[in-house]
C-alpha cells in the first residue's frame, strides 16, 4: 500500500510473506525505511553483509544502504521519504536526522519488548486503515501516526543502547556529531574539525563517546569513509583511484594502505571477491 501526496510526500507499508516474491524495485530520493522481523532467523543482506533477525527485531535504514529484501519472509516494511515527514533541517531526536537515521556509518536496531509489542501492531493496524482513506486529512493523520511509530522505536532504542545514561543534551551533541561526519566524511576527517563545528573540545567529544562503550568519534569518520568505499567498489563503475578522490584520499595509495589496515585486504582483492 502506497500513499503519495500532492508534493510528492510518499509513504508505503508492505507486508512481506514467505510465499510471495517481493521486490522494492521503486527508486526513492531521501528514502528512510523501517524493517520490522516477525520472527527469528530471518536472513537480511544489507551493504553485503548479511543479518540474521530476532524476533521482532526492527532494522532502521536509510537510502545509503543497499539492500536485498528478495530472501525476506514474515516482516512488514515501512517506507518514506523526509518530505513526507521532516525537511534535512527538521533537526531532534525523533526527526529524520535523530537518533535512529544520524547516519549510515552504523546500522541502528533494536527489538521491541514483549511489553511494548500490543502498541506496535495497534499503530501498523491503523497504518493499513488511514492509507485507505482518501481526505483533506489524510496526510495529517499519516504523518501523526508515523511520529508516534518513531518515537515508541527511539525510546526502545535508546533503552537498549545505553543512551539512558546520558543526559538529554549530551546525547543531542552525540547525535549531532554523527549527522555532521555524515554530510561532510567526504571532505572533513579530522574529529577537531567536528569538535569546532559543535563548539567542543575533542576531548569532551571522547569522554561522551566512552560513555556509549561504543567507538570513539574517530572510528566513526573512520568507518564512514571505509561503508562509501565499500559501496562504490560493489556498486559502481568507479576506478580505484576515482574512489579514493570521492572519499578525501590524496592518492591511491594512500587509500589502499587505509583500506587494507580496516578491512584486512587491499580494495582489489575486496573488489574481485
Known amino acids: 500500500?502506497?500513499?503519495?501526496?500532492?508534493?510528492?510526500?510518499?509513504?508505503?507499508?508492505?507486508?512481506?510473506?514467505?510465499?510471495?516474491?517481493?521486490?522494492?524495485?521503486?527508486?526513492?530520493?531521501?528514502?528512510?525505511?523501517?524493517?520490522?522481523?516477525?520472527?527469528?532467523?530471518?536472513?537480511?543482506?544489507?551493504?553485503?553483509?548479511?543479518?540474521?533477525?530476532?524476533?521482532?527485531?526492527?532494522?532502521?535504514?536509510?537510502?545509503?544502504?543497499?539492500?536485498?529484501?528478495?530472501?525476506?519472509?514474515?516482516?512488514?516494511?515501512?517506507?518514506?521519504?523526509?518530505?513526507?515527514?521532516?525537511?534535512?533541517?527538521?533537526?531532534?531526536?525523533?526527526g529524520c536526522t535523530g537518533i535512529l537515521f544520524f547516519g549510515a556509518s552504523t546500522l541502528p536496531k533494536f527489538v521491541i519488548p514483549d511489553e511494548e509489542l500490543e502498541k506496535f501492531q495497534t499503530i501498523w493496524k491503523m497504518f493499513e486503515l488511514e492509507?485507505?482513506?482518501?481526505?483533506?486529512?489524510?496526510?495529517?493523520?499519516?504523518?501523526?501516526?508515523?511520529?508516534?511509530?518513531?518515537?515508541?522505536?527511539?525510546?526502545?532504542?535508546?533503552?537498549?543502547h545505553n543512551y539512558t545514561t546520558l543526559d538529554n543534551g549530551k546525547v543531542d551533541i552525540i547525535r549531532q556529531y554523527n549527522f555532521l561526519v555524515e554530510k561532510n566524511f567526504k571532505t572533513t576527517h579530522t574529529v577537531a574539525e567536528y569538535a569546532a563545528m559543535l563548539n567542543k573540545s575533542p576531548k569532551t567529544l571522547s569522554n561522551l563517546f566512552s560513555k556509549l562503550a561504543d567507538k570513539t568519534p574517530l572510528q566513526y569518520i573512520q568507518d564512514r569513509r571505509l561503508l562509501e568505499a565499500k559501496r562504490l567498489l560493489n556498486f559502481s563503475d568507479m576506478h580505484i583511484k576515482e574512489i579514493a578522490y570521492e572519499i578525501g584520499f590524496e592518492d591511491s595509495q594512500t587509500f589502499g594502505r587505509f583500506f587494507k589496515k580496516m578491512e584486512g585486504v587491499s580494495p582489489t582483492e575486496f573488489k574481485n571477491e
Open 1 to 94: 500500500m502506497i500513499f503519495r501526496g500532492r508534493t510528492n510526500e510518499y509513504l508505503q507499508l508492505a507486508n512481506i510473506e514467505c510465499d510471495k516474491d517481493f521486490q522494492q524495485k521503486e527508486p526513492l530520493e531521501s528514502s528512510l525505511t523501517f524493517v520490522w522481523f516477525e520472527k527469528e532467523g530471518q536472513s537480511i543482506t544489507i551493504d553485503n553483509v548479511e543479518y540474521q533477525s530476532s524476533a521482532n527485531e526492527i532494522f532502521c535504514l536509510t537510502e545509503f544502504h543497499k539492500v536485498n529484501v528478495s530472501g525476506i519472509c514474515n516482516a512488514k516494511l515501512l517506507r518514506f521519504n523526509r518530505i513526507f515527514y521532516c525537511v534535512i533541517d527538521h533537526d531532534s531526536e525523533v
Open 131 to 160: 492509507i485507505q482513506s482518501h481526505d483533506d486529512l489524510q496526510l495529517e493523520m499519516l504523518q501523526s501516526m508515523l511520529k508516534r511509530f518513531i518515537i515508541l522505536c527511539t525510546r526502545i532504542y535508546k533503552n537498549q
